[in-house]
T-cell receptor, first 114, second 111 residues
Framework: ETGVTQSPTHLIKTRGQQVTLRCSSQ?????VSWYQQALGQGPQFIFQ???????GRGNFPPRFSGLQFPNYSSELNVNALELDDSALYLC?????????????FGPGTRLTVL | RKEVEQDPGPFNVPEGATVAFNCTYS??????FFWYRQDCRKEPKLLMS???SGNEDGRFTAQLNRASQYISLLIRDSKLSDSATYLC????????????FGSGTQLTVLP
């Protein structure tokens, strides 16, 4: 496997609640990217963290926020959950910004908003 | 217009068949290109990078046409284990590692 882990595996929340998803990157990787994958769609880029700083953001509202810690693990926080936030949330780790190195994906967290 | 567009599929082919997937991208400044494979309810995994000169990995051949902004993936001698969703992926900004994914094309190889 990739060595990228995510928790929890599954989560059920209700509209308006807040959620925190966690990702541990592969050993030696300093960059974490988060993606949202709705059913039947490809993953959509949310944001990327490089050495604890946000390094690029996709077309997601500010209620999607994140953190990266000194050990390069990362959190994705979503406030004021909406029904459309129901999706598979994937994190991917890589070594450094730019370049052509592979991004390694974790197994994802499946979020259901009721 | 979507940034990355793929054949909608699904493709259902017999074992041993050759199948081709196509993909177009809208950002002419895109720097790097990939095909990822995603099995049902699993995470995407890199299948192969795509280079301008074309590249081959066993039964898989990828081609890139920058002038037409077109990417292809050819699978020869399909195996049952090739059944998956194939995602065309573009890195639109060379300095950042964000990836833009197509919606994917579902392939089912039938015995």
């Amino acid at each position: 496997e990739t060595g990228v882990t995510q928790s929890p595996t599954h989560l059920i929340k209700t509209r308006g609640q807040q959620v925190t998803l966690r990702c541990s990157s592969q050993s030696g990787h300093n960059t974490v990217s988060w993606y949202q994958q709705a059913l039947g769609q490809g993953p959509q880029f949310i944001f990327q963290y490089y050495r604890e700083e946000e390094n690029g953001r996709g077309n997601f509202p500010p209620r999607f926020s994140g953190l990266q810690f000194p050990n390069y693990s990362s959190e994705l926080n979503v406030n004021a959950l909406e029904l459309d936030d129901s999706a598979l949330y994937l994190c991917a780790s890589s070594l450094g910004r730019g370049g052509y190195n592979e991004q390694f994906f974790g197994p994802g967290t499946r979020l259901t908003v009721l | 217009r979507k940034e990355v567009e793929q054949d909608p599929g699904p493709f259902n082919v017999p074992e041993g068949a050759t199948v081709a997937f196509n993909c177009t991208y809208s950002n002419s400044a895109s720097q790097s290109f990939f095909w990822y494979r995603q099995d049902c309810r699993k995470e995407p995994k890199l299948l192969m990078s795509v280079y301008s000169s074309g590249n081959e990995d066993g039964r898989f051949t990828a081609q890139l046409n920058r002038a037409s902004q077109y990417i292809s993936l050819l699978i020869r001698d399909s195996k049952l284990s090739d059944s998956a969703t194939y995602l065309c992926v573009v890195n639109p900004q060379g300095s950042a590692r964000q990836l833009t994914f197509g919606s994917g094309t579902q392939l089912t190889v039938l015995p």
